[in-house]
């Protein structure tokens, strides 16, 4: 007996199925997301130590534009600037993103890497 290769439902009812779903309930997110401007697409295509790059680099942009949202609104609130929880939340954003590593599916390969705020 051979071993099975990729997933258990790869056939193509499964296949249908699954890119339906795709399309009802994935697409319309993204694309509400986008137009939130709450959507950052990192092309998954390349080597894993340029998507890694990417994908660290989206999450310091939004990190960093939290940190100045949050600065604002607490001088808008205080009249002080207090960034100690936007600091604690940006560390644990980058420690995730740190140990996120590589995703991909049954054949270790991910096509596009979508990270959203």
């Not at 990729?6 to 795709?22: S, T």
Request: glycine share 10%; charged share 35%; hydrophobic share 35%.
């Amino acid at each position: 007996m051979g071993k099975r290769r990729g997933r258990i439902d790869d056939h193509v009812e499964a296949y249908k199925r699954r890119l339906e779903l795709y399309r009802e309930l994935t697409l319309p997110m993204l694309k509400t997301m986008d137009e939130q401007n709450r959507l950052k697409i990192v092309d998954g295509d390349s080597d894993n130590g340029q998507v890694m790059k990417e994908l660290r680099r989206a999450i310091h942009r939004e990190v960093a534009a939290l940190r100045r949202e949050r600065a604002v609104e607490s001088i808008d609130e205080n009249g002080t600037t207090d960034t100690t929880a936007s600091a604690a939340s940006s560390s644990a954003a980058a420690a995730a993103a740190e140990r996120g590593g590589g995703h991909g599916g049954a054949s270790g390969r991910t096509v596009r890497r979508i990270v959203t705020c």
